[in-house]
């Protein structure tokens, strides 16, 4: 979905907002329009995004690192905003792209990581911690509805894939 949502070009053009070390730095007022095309936040105004940017932290990983770990407790929901990573969920492997979120099952449930996501490339992602996506989900239902949406699609992707 990356190269659609012309993300990584967005992305690129902030890169300087998360500086050269790989720690997690505050998400800037820059990165709204970045935001803006990101899928889950759709339809929300520049006000309500630059409030998200304020609760969410930015992070870069190497290509091949692991961004969370399979059986693990987990405490932030991750949003790509460049790169491409890697779902290894048993012997399933979902990509997914800039535009994509994860690590919503354990924020939702409060069980350990249901899978491992892996960076395919180097990665930028925007992580909010648990407490504070839970109530930006229960503050905006168009967040809530479309993390449901997602859910119900990749439950389908496994059922078809369960009956090929
Ligand atoms: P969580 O369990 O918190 O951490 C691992 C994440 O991988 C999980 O949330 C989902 O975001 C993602 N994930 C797990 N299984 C699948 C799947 N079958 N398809 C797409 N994403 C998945």
């Given at each position: 979905?990356?190269?659609?949502?012309?993300?990584?070009?967005?992305?690129?053009?902030?890169?300087?907002?998360?500086?050269?070390s790989?720690l997690p730095?505050?998400?800037?007022?820059?990165?709204?329009?970045?935001?803006?095309?990101?899928?889950?936040?759709?339809?929300?105004?520049?006000?309500?995004?630059?409030?998200?940017?304020?609760?969410?932290?930015?992070?870069?990983?190497?290509?091949?690192?692991?961004?969370?770990?399979?059986?693990?407790?987990?405490?932030?929901?991750?949003?790509?905003?460049?790169?491409?990573?890697?779902?290894?969920?048993?012997?399933?492997?979902?990509?997914?792209?800039?535009?994509?979120?994860?690590?919503?099952?354990?924020?939702?449930?409060?069980?350990?990581?249901?899978?491992?996501?892996?960076?395919?490339?180097?990665?930028?992602?925007?992580?909010?911690?648990?407490?504070?996506?839970?109530?930006?989900?229960?503050?905006?239902?168009?967040?809530?509805?479309?993390?449901?949406?997602?859910?119900?699609?990749?439950?389908?992707?496994?059922?078809?894939?369960?009956?090929?």
């Amino acid at each position: 979905m990356d190269e659609r949502l012309g993300l990584a070009g967005l992305a690129a053009g902030q890169a300087s907002d998360v500086g050269p070390s790989h720690l997690p730095q505050k998400v800037s007022p820059g990165w709204v329009d970045v935001l803006a095309t990101v899928p889950l936040f759709a339809g929300l105004s520049r006000r309500h995004l630059t409030k998200i940017a304020g609760l969410a932290s930015s992070k870069r990983y190497a290509a091949g690192s692991t961004l969370v770990k399979s059986g693990v407790p987990g405490e932030s929901v991750f949003v790509i905003l460049d790169g491409r990573a890697i779902v290894r969920a048993g012997a399933r492997r979902i990509p997914l792209g800039a535009g994509d979120f994860f690590g919503e099952m354990s924020l939702l449930d409060g069980e350990p990581r249901s899978a491992t996501v892996a960076a395919q490339t180097e990665v930028l992602v925007m992580m909010i911690p648990r407490r504070k996506f839970l109530k930006l989900l229960e503050k905006e239902p168009r967040i809530a509805i479309a993390v449901m949406s997602t859910l119900s699609r990749r439950v389908r992707a496994l059922q078809a894939a369960a009956s090929l």
